[in-house]
């Protein structure tokens, strides 16, 4: 009865809040002890979970993740989905593989791991080792907190997928047994409460129950170690060191350990790191004050473990670090730890890069990149940036990445572009003044790539690899653009803003993303959306035709049937037609202009005329085109649709304007083929160095 | 006269040979002309015209990369077609600018170039072949294999370490010198069939190898030198090629102008390099040489330096048998 009381009353604390979380619901809470060999790679581990059933109902059985078991063998349904290879890298099919064998799981004393089974809720892959699923001999009550008692034992695999080692540097990512969730009803809109623990697969990444961390981590000496948590006590013995680490408020525990890192420390100071031009373009757009907008911001410190070839990187990562933390406290809300530490991953371990974990993240630096004119590629910023943010729409936002992989990397590719562009401009640079915009990247990836999948689907359900990786990134992160350009800046960065603010600390979905955005009752964003996110919707808008011709006035059989401006007798000749170089007006025009494909959206249509006249006319997009029949003292030149390419998911930008011989402006063609033809010339002239 | 201000004289002089070789570069580049405009043509016809004429635009560029795959792989093979016809191009043409330089005389060019060319290819086409096995050889067993060795040895090593950095610095350094080396020789070779010292690419090789003996280094500065000089060359022109940025279609002419006087800048530097080699190599013959090996019998000539006149009226205008062991550039 007791139980059923607290059940009730934790349900009751537990349901889904109408207002944001000032902290999050803690349901599990980990103390962990672990052992690393670094000569044989094998690792032993004990952990304390205390897991609470936050759910109305009793709970019969427990689901662990055992992710590396992924690294198993090649029957895993990780390693059959991605072959072998993750991002361009390759497993060490030789002598990389990995393994978690939890050896003991008790419960008030009894051994639970013999009566434990494996199983694959998505694919039933009968080989697949990473969902362990342990029947327990009572059920766990609602509201009531399980201690249990975990030993295993795990070989850490060889780098190709984010956990793993190459020489003497290790990335421990999802690494020890860690329990499912068990979405009470309600949590992110389920109707009823169940298990939410998929397996590991080669597009998946993560989703887990927020907790506090306690973690000894005991390896040799030598080894620098970084961590999610901060370091609370160092104990040493024989050669070997036991470092604690502790965090609260997380929902995974990443570490990493190298005895080449060089640590380098500095620290987030909003009084000094918050950009003047920043706070006050956000306060005029988000309609706070300054004051109010730096309510929250508090210093952080930033520990960067740099490897001692990429030295030169340590200021690039640092201000990268400085101005996301900046930038995401402005437009989202301050980042709410003390700490981010920055993992720079050496260059034979590529299969750790680029991955995020809370508070801790693996960044990119190549040395390559560090010289002239290479340092103008701006791509380790780039990463630092996107990895950090990450730690918002992954991390604080705590979305279902299985389910909802766009809910992550998404959002997270428009912020990152947008951090990008604004304080680099073009990232990726070619002395002199040529270069790409990271949102022009992104967008030319979706919007002018192959489609196979609407934007929402299971991570493993997409197509192909391909089609997973553009509709997780630059498919929603482009489509989001979209919905900002239709919404106007204020409504939408204040919708953004209130999405984050809403579920810091929560599970969102989709749908509580989608409807912030359509709060502002924008009809095309509420088309857009499901033609996006749910449909392979696409568009493209078109200048089918423009022409123009001297409208030399009436001509023909008025009603009186008398002949006007030219003369019936069969034995003259016509009339010659007028010369239209002298022709003084007026002209008569012809525009027809299209939109292609299922998704509505409203466009501008300009008309240029020769004297420089311009006539801009609204479309809304209704119908398949639209036709523009126009009389002027001077020519049409020129009729373009969406002139500000404000269709960031126009399929093909190039057709929306078309010239009439009327225009008489210099020939971009022109200038084209002789860059190329320099350019081929300078191509064929090397062969002088040779031949 | 020191080699490189008789490579620069010489460069002065014979412009209308620098003129060939230009003509040789400009023509194959003019290959890829019309897929060009095939591919190009959308520039005047969609959004982005004014956009590109006033300079760049990001967006516009990787939307036309990206929707006009089927045109940019159309000039992608006419720009393979281009560099075969010009590798050929200078394979052919290189023995008869030889032959002119001997000959000191810097006009008629375009039609002794041609016929003179036209009885050396076949020996320079074999001297090419065997240009490039020598390179493939010495480059596998001086670069790729210590570079896959040390490999091995730093496997586990981290990276920019001293056995990854030594791998890169190898490939780098052993690369070049080794193709320096084998580079040199075959220019050598090609001096050898143009003066008449051999009748085939064999016997220009052993030739070659007898002007290179002890004196490889001297050599490969010359080659560097003019290397380097063509590399400040082509990236003073393309720099201020791409500053120029013109926008108007008469600006767009004038580009192509003055990128033409680079690339005839660079021609001259062509054959600047082919002047210097010529008296770099005339210093090193021997009082008497070998020649005519190739014929069976042995033949012993004087090497007495011509003067240019008599150089020119001792050879027929064509023909690849002619031998002369003089030069009218050391004289000049």
Redesign the interface.
């Known amino acids: 009865m007791r139980k059923l009381l607290l059940g009730v009353a934790l349900t009751l604390a537990c349901a889904l809040p109408t207002s944001a979380l000032e902290a999050p619901r803690k349901i599990v809470d980990y103390d962990i002890q672990v052992a690393l060999d670094p000569e044989t790679k094998l690792v032993e581990g004990a952990e304390t979970l205390k897991w609470t059933n936050a759910s109305d109902v009793p709970v019969g059985e427990l689901r662990f993740h055992l992710y590396w078991n992924a690294f198993r063998n090649d029957r895993s349904t990780f390693f059959k989905e991605s072959g072998g290879q993750l991002r361009g890298d390759k497993a060490d099919t030789g002598k990389g593989w990995g393994y978690t064998d939890v050896t003991s799981l008790k419960w008030d004393g009894v051994e639970l791991v013999k009566g434990a089974r494996f199983e694959s809720p998505d694919d039933g892959n009968p080989d697949d080792r990473t969902v362990l699923v342990v029947p327990l001999p009572r059920p766990i009550a609602p509201g009531e907190t399980a201690t249990l008692a975990i030993a295993w034992k795990a070989k850490v695999p060889r780098v190709y997928a984010r956990a793993g080692y190459v ?1 003497d540097f290790f990335m421990f990512g999802q690494w020890f047994p860690q329990i499912g969730v068990y979405e009470p009803k309600g949590r992110r809109r389920r109707t009823d409460s169940g298990w939410n623990c998929h397996q590991y697969h080669a597009n998946s990444e993560f989703y887990a129950d927020w907790g506090d961390y306690r973690v000894a981590v005991t390896l040799p000496e030598k080894f620098v170690v970084g961590s999610a948590g901060a370091l609370v006590d160092t104990k040493t013995a024989g050669g070997r060191k036991t470092l604690t680490f502790k965090q609260k408020s997380i929902h995974n525990f990443a570490f990493t350990a190298d005895p ?1 890192y060089v640590l380098v420390e500095d620290v987030f100071d909003p009084a000094k790191d918050i950009p003047a031009d920043e706070i006050a373009h956000a306060s005029k757009t988000l309609g706070r004050s300054e004051a109010d907008l730096r309510a929250g911001f508090h210093k952080v410190a930033i520990r960067l473990y740099l ?1 001692p ?1 990429h030295r030169a990187f340590d200021r690039r990562h640092i201000e990268a670090q400085k101005w996301a933390l900046a930038w995401t406290g402005l437009w989202a809300f301050p980042y709410p730890y003390a700490q981010i530490s920055i993992v720079d991953t ?3 371990g590529l299969g750790a890069t680029g991955m995020e974990y809370e508070t801790i993240y693996t960044t990119l630096s190549l ?1 390559l990149l560090s010289h002239w004119p290479l340092d103008r590629i701006y791509l380790p910023e780039m990463v630092t940036i996107h990895e950090f943010t990450h730690g918002y729409w992954m991390g604080l936002l705590a979305s279902n990445e299985f389910e909802e992989s766009w809910m992550d990397e998404g959002i997270n590719t428009f912020t990152e572009f947008v951090m990008v562009d604004r304080k680099y401009g ?1 990232y990726l640079k070619v002395p ?6 990271d949102q ?2 992104n ?2 990836q979706a919007a ?2 192959q489609d196979h999948d609407p934007i929402q689907a299971y991570a493993w359900k997409y197509a192909t690899g391909d089609s997973y990786g553009r509709n997780s990134y630059p498919q929603p992160g482009t489509t989001i653009q979209q919905i900002r350009l239709l919404l106007g800046e204020e409504a939408f960065w204040r919708a953004f803003r209130g999405y984050a603010e809403r579920w810091r600390f929560d599970h969102p979905t989709s749908e509580d993303f989608l409807d912030a955005m359509r709060a502002s009752g924008d009809p095309h964003v509420a088309a857009l959306i499901p033609k996006t996110w749910y449909g392979r919707g696409w568009v493209d808008f078109a200048i089918l035709e423009a022409s123009t011709q001297p409208d030399d006035g009436f001509m023909g059989f008025d009603d009186a049937d008398k002949p006007v401006n030219f003369d019936p007798d069969p034995k003259k000749k016509p009339p010659k037609k007028p010369d239209e170089k002298n022709h003084k007006g007026p002209w008569q025009s012809l525009v027809v202009a299209s939109r292609d494909g299922d998704i509505e959206m409203p466009a501008h249509v300009v008309l240029t005329f020769k004297d420089g006249q311009k006539v801009e006319r609204t479309w809304d997009g209704a119908g398949g085109w639209i036709k523009y029949r126009v009389t002027s003292s001077s020519p049409l030149v020129k009729a ?1 649709v969406d ?1 500000d ?1 404000r269709t960031v998911l126009d399929r ?8 009439t011989k009327k225009y008489e ?10 860059y ?3 350019l ?6 090397t ?5 | 006269m020191s080699v490189t201000l008789s490579g620069l004289s010489a460069a002065l002089r014979h412009r209308r040979l620098a003129g060939v070789l230009w003509l040789s570069l400009l023509a194959s580049a003019l290959l890829t002309w019309y897929p060009m405009k095939a591919l190009f043509a959308i520039f005047d016809e969609g959004a982005f015209r004014e956009a590109l004429v006033k300079g760049w635009d990001g967006w516009g560029m990787l939307s036309f990369l990206l929707t006009q795959r089927h045109e940019i792989a159309i000039a992608e093979a006419s720009i393979a077609a281009a560099l075969l016809a010009f590798a050929l191009l200078q394979i052919f043409l290189t023995g008869g600018v030889l032959r002119v330089l001997v000959d000191g005389r810097p006009r008629p060019v375009f039609a002794r170039v041609v016929a003179e060319s036209a009885g050396l290819f076949k020996a320079n086409l074999w001297a090419t072949g065997r240009f490039a096995l020598t390179a493939l050889f010495w480059g596998g067993l001086l670069v790729a294999a210590p570079v896959k060795l040390l490999g091995k040895l730093g496997k586990d090593a981290p990276p920019h370490t001293f056995l990854p950095d030594l791998a890169f610095w190898w490939a780098i350094v052993v690369g070049a010198i080794v193709f320096l080396n084998v580079g040199l020789r075959f220019d050598l070779a090609r001096i050898a069939l143009a003066r008449g010292d051999a009748r085939n690419a064999r016997g220009a090789y052993r030739v070659a190898k007898q002007r290179l003996s002890g004196r490889r280094a001297s050599g490969i500065r010359i080659i560097l030198f003019w290397l380097a000089l063509g590399a400040v060359v082509q990236a003073a022109f393309t720099s201020a090629g791409l500053q120029i940025n013109p926008h108007t279609d008469g600006a767009v002419a004038g580009l192509f102008l003055f990128r033409q006087a680079g690339f005839f800048l660079l021609a001259m530097v062509r054959v600047g390099f082919w002047a210097a080699l010529l008296v770099w190599e005339e210093r090193r013959r021997p009082a008497y040489s070998v020649i005519g090996s190739a014929s069976g019998g042995t033949t012993w000539k004087s090497s007495e330096p011509m003067a240019a006149s008599a150089a020119a009226s001792a050879r027929p205008e064509t023909g690849s048998s002619v031998t002369t062991n003089g030069s009218a550039l050391l004289s000049s």
């Open positions: 020489r080449r490897q070839d050496p260059e034979d040395k073009a002199p003044g040529i270069g790409f915009l022009e990247v967008r030319a002018l790539s373009e002139p390419h093909n930008p190039w057709n929306n304007a078309r010239y402006g210099p020939s971009a063609a022109a200038k084209g083929r002789t190329t033809l320099h081929v010339e300078i191509l064929l002239s062969l002088w160095g040779v031949l």
